[in-house]
């Protein structure tokens, strides 16, 4: 009868509950697995302190290197960018806080829609640099394989449909937000199994890398 | 053909001035997202038109469409339109029931044949068509019947537009909306639940006066139908603030905030609700306080519910995401324990070579 309303519940419906299965699965068996493969046992004296650096790296690793961001401005600050642009479009806007309400019962208030939209178009702007950082620099072409290129396109997508959807820029204001969220629906599907799972995993790999060099009592 | 009164004389039988009625073809005229240049050209119009012959049915339905026109508050003069058409079967409204209102309708159609607009109300049973029947005969059959002599269809009310509330899940009637039944004639659906009386008449004058209106994809007049109620609702504003009612009885609902997180559904329904609104202009439901449930959109029963706001998923989401997760942990668990066997394995299966070995010949 209305194949954009059937659509939209079906994005809302079944594809996302399988989506979700799908994240939460995945989410779990890495981190499970992870954990349960663990680490070597180092029996050699530690000089230095591995677990207070371990976890202190995680969140030194958050600020740049004295020099990096001059040597580096795309990458980091378009990096910086699109991770705070995309998660105040994702928190702030009010049906994704209802969202979460509904899933967890946690509530915060809404930021206003020039927010919310500033946040989606420079994170997309930022995607963007970081899609030329990679195309242009041969070295960081070399390193790009087709995992990355599809994750990068498939964080862009939920935001661009999103502004969109938000405009309604095209038609039918159902059609716009099914694509929105099937768009979310495949990030959640891809999440677990490619290098997005480095949202979770970040806090592991930095932890390590902190212990290690802690424990020889080098810098980190 | 018995000769019908023009428009023009009805009214004036009527008691309605020139400037009422010129008034009311300004309202039309701006009503429909005409320029107001074009309102003279409406009262010329309507003024020639003869009284056209109108069939009514009403199939599965609740009447409330009909309620709606005929108890707008009287007497407006939407109901002096519906004076002027020739309603000439209403099975609701008319005095004759059974065979004698069958043979009024018969009469009807064969004086006015190809000619006659069709007005259904209510959506058809075609599973089992005995759930809904009048003199013995099924909607279906008479809805086909009927329509085949008809100039146009008008379905009022999602009902007959979409299937309505019959066709909701499990649609255990097997309904079907007009345009799945009829398909060589003009339709004009005019949802709602039930749709604003001045857009039905709205819709009648616009085919009195240009024929057949401009439809969107639903079949709706895109006049009255254009516009989803959230671009032109008076609690936008907050809205795009960011200050939302999260109960019925909260300070935001108190200071008249936006609905959204009680499930209106504004964003995606197309109406004049906000604009043109309902009592001559009075209120509508989100004036009132309560969300928009969405009813000039097909299935809008079957939207996941009236009070979960549109972002909220529809499926038992939260049950199968703790299935996952019980999953994730037990496979990851067997796979980190299986690398594990596998590491051990080698371990053992690992030879030690040292110089000597590797001086022996082989
Ligand atoms: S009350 Fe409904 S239609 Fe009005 S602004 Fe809020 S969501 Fe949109």
Partial sequence: MNPAFTLFMWARGPAFDVALAIFAAGITLRLVEMVVLGRKTDLAPAKGHPIRQGLATIFTRSIPRPGLVRFAPGTYLGGYVFHLGFFAAFLLFAPHIALIRDALGLSWPAANRAIVESATALAVVAAIILFFSRVMDPVRRALTGFEDYLVLLLSVLPLVTGYVAANKLFGNPEMMLAVHVLSVDALLIVFPFTKLMHSVSFVFSRYYNGAIQGRKGAES | ?362
Avoid at chain 2, 67 to 76: G, K
Avoid at chain 2, 143 to 165: H, S
Avoid at chain 2, 222 to 237: E, L, M, Q, S, T
């Fill in chain 2, 1 to 362: 053909m018995k000769t019908r009164p023009l428009l023009s004389e009805t009214m004036a039988a009527h008691g309605v001035s020139r400037r009422t009625f010129m008034k009311y073809c300004a309202t039309l005229a701006s009503v429909m997202a005409l320029p107001p240049a074009l309102a003279p050209r409406i009262a010329q119009a309507l003024e020639r038109a003869r009284r056209p012959s109108v069939i009514w049915l009403s199939f599965q339905e609740c009447t409330g469409c009909t309620e709606s026109i005929t108890r707008s508050h009287a007497p407006t003069i939407e109901e002096m339109i519906f004076n002027t058409i020739s309603l000439d079967y209403q099975d609701t409204l008319q005095a004759a029931a059974g065979h004698q209102a069958e043979a009024a309708r018969h009469q009807a159609m064969k004086e006015n044949y190809g000619k006659y607009l069709v007005v259904v109300e209510g959506s058809i049973p075609v599973a089992n068509p005995a759930y809904s029947c009048f003199a013995g005969r099924s909607n279906l059959d008479v809805l086909k019947e009927t329509a085949a002599g008809a100039a146009a269809i008008v379905t009022v009310g999602t009902c007959a537009a979409y299937g309505g509330i019959p066709h909701a899940m499990p649609n255990p009637t097997g309904a079907r909306a007009v345009s799945d039944i009829i398909t060589d004639k003009p339709i004009i659906n005019v949802p709602g639940c039930p749709p604003i009386p001045v857009v039905m008449t709205g819709v009648l004058a616009h085919f009195l006066t240009f024929g057949v209106p401009e439809l969107d994809d639903l079949g709706r007049p895109k006049a009255f139908y254009g516009d989803v109620i959230h671009d032109r609702c008076y609690r936008r504003p907050f809205y795009d603030k960011g200050l939302f009612a999260e109960t019925f009885d909260d300070e935001g609902a108190r200071a008249g905030w936006c609905l959204y997180k009680l499930g209106c559904k504004g964003p995606t329904t197309h109406s004049v609700c906000a604009t043109v609104k309902w009592n001559g202009g009075v209120s509508f439901p989100i004036q009132s306080g309560h969300p928009c449930l969405g009813c000039t959109q097909p299935d809008f029963w079957d939207g996941g519910g009236f009070y979960k706001p549109l972002s909220v998923p529809t499926g038992d989401y939260r049950a199968l995401a703790a299935g996952g997760v019980g999953v994730g942990a037990v496979v990851g668990a067997a796979g980190a324990l299986v690398g594990r066997g596998v590491k051990a394995e080698a371990a053992r299966k690992h030879e030690t070579v040292d110089a000597h070995d590797l001086e022996k010949p082989s």
